[in-house]
């Protein structure tokens, strides 16, 4: 699942390459009749009116807030996408398949460039055509993104943003910030807490494993025992990891792509996050990276130098 560093890299990326697009159509395969009443494209009648108000609409800027994608419209509307599991937004040449029987359903294929033909990235669910004859796409694999339209002026009170937490990465966000939004959760493990979209924004599965080996603190230390000493290393982490994240493009291990196709490399400098088994390459640490299972997800850790607080 994308994470604060994958959404940040595809809303900067397509802030470049669609502000200032004029948009002449849009499509999508996902609605259905168990979507009904949605306040998403899944509903037929809601995909409808989405179409004819932001026909015509030109792109003013992208940016994201947690890990959702805002695409701010002229027309005081902002298009909010949240990629979910697998979803991927992706910009360039695509065709769409010609419907040849009332069976067969409409496709879109990958023209240019060659990196959007990656067979993680096939599974176009939506489109917005622009009028300089491209597209921005949502591929998605598993379907469960979610596409929706609000006012730009108060989308931040909209049920789909108002309970994220604070951005990790704004200058704001000081280590006072980060303890009060902790201990709103003093009995919580701080693997899962760190995760909680309502305390701090676009951390998951991946960089909090990265931020917890960073920090030396074991995945199921209770928040409340951990020492300030320790807290301290773990919001210097937080911010360490997810901006290195950024530098490095996102994390391309699973499903994520950049909006051009191409993969992000901080997957090649994971010390925790999938290294079962493997030495732990912390300095003077002769531990080994083990793994167990909380809260339904998977955490990794080093089974020495990582300390348990309860
Ligand atoms: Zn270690």
Not at 276 to 301: D, M, P, Q, V, Y
């Given at each position: ?13 397509l ?38 108000q ?5 792109i ?45 359903k ?16 096939r ?11 491209r ?37 704001s966000?000081?280590?006072k910030k ?12 701080i ?20 931020i917890?080996?960073d ?5 199921l ?14 919001f ?23 909006p ?44 020495t130098?990582q300390e348990?607080?309860n």
């Amino acid at each position: 699942m994308p994470e604060l560093p994958e959404v940040h890299t595809t809303a900067t990326m397509l802030n470049e390459l669609i502000s200032g697009l004029t948009i002449s159509d849009t499509w999508t395969d996902l609605g259905g009749k168990t979507h009904v009443g949605k306040d998403h494209i899944k509903d037929p009648k809601f995909f409808q009116k989405f179409r004819v108000q932001i026909t015509g609409a030109k792109i003013k800027n992208v940016d994201r807030r947690g890990k959702n994608v805002l695409i701010h419209l002229d027309i005081g509307q902002t298009i909010l996408v949240h990629m979910k599991m697998t979803g991927q937004l992706l910009y360039g040449r695509y065709k769409k398949s010609k419907v040849v029987s009332t069976q067969s359903k409409a496709t879109w294929e990958a023209v240019s460039p060659v990196e959007l033909k990656d067979p993680f990235s096939r599974f176009v669910h939506f489109v917005i055509s622009f009028e300089n004859g491209r597209h921005m796409v949502l591929s998605d694999m598993r379907k469960f993104a979610k596409i929706t339209l609000l006012e730009t002026a108060t989308a931040h009170l909209s049920g789909h943003l108002a309970d994220i937490g604070p951005e990790p990465l704004e200058e704001s966000f000081d280590f006072k910030k980060f303890q009060t939004r902790l201990f709103t959760r003093p009995k919580g493990r701080i693997k899962q807490v760190l995760m909680e979209p309502a305390v701090v924004s676009g951390i998951g599965n991946i960089y909090s494993d990265e931020i917890l080996w960073d920090s030396d603190v074991h995945p199921l230390s209770a928040v409340s025992k951990i020492p300030e000493k320790e807290l301290r290393k773990i919001f210097a982490s937080t911010k360490l990891l997810l901006k290195k994240g950024i530098d490095f493009g996102g994390d391309s291990m699973s499903d994520y792509r950049t909006p051009i196709g191409t993969k992000g490399s901080f997957q090649h400098h994971h010390q925790a996050y999938h290294k079962f088994g493997e030495k732990c390459a912390k300095k003077n640490c002769r531990g080994t990276i083990s793994k167990l299972k909380a809260g339904g997800r998977t955490a990794h850790f080093c089974d020495t130098h990582q300390e348990c607080y309860n």
